[in-house]
């Protein structure tokens, strides 16, 4: 493990997404791995579990209900600049934008094994 790295079963994710479908897919996938996993069903509560909780990384999609995943991550970014968050989507952003709030961007659909990857870099 490297310096700093937190071992999975100590590792907290907050989820957001207004889909219970993909909520459910991406606690399924995240505590396969051994995360301890939090969900939030809209922007809003996820906003208030994100001031709240000590998550070592919070992902959120892009259509939430409430204010949206973008928006989310930018208001979590200017309260908890080092807190990393990444958006989660089916839109294609290519190259994570200059204007992005987020640490990383996934789009969907992708493989267990990049978001494996994904997951595992920002939380180490």
Do not use: C
Not at 7 to 24: G, S
């Amino acid at each position: 493990m490297e310096n700093g790295a937190v071992p999975k079963a100590q590792a907290r994710i907050l989820v957001v997404a207004q889909n219970p479908d993909t909520l459910e897919v991406l606690r399924a996938m995240l505590s396969s791995r051994g995360y301890q996993v939090t969900t939030a069903e809209d922007a809003l509560d996820g906003l208030q579990r994100a001031r709240a909780g000590n998550f070592h990384l919070i992902l959120t999609d892009l259509s939430t209900a409430g204010i949206s995943g973008w928006e989310l991550g930018r208001i979590i970014k200017e309260t908890l600049p080092s807190q990393p968050v990444a958006l989660v989507t089916g839109w294609e952003f290519g190259a994570r934008p200059d204007h992005s709030p987020f640490d990383a961007i996934i789009s969907k659909p992708f493989s267990f094994e990049e978001f494996r990857g994904l997951v595992d870099s920002l939380v180490s």
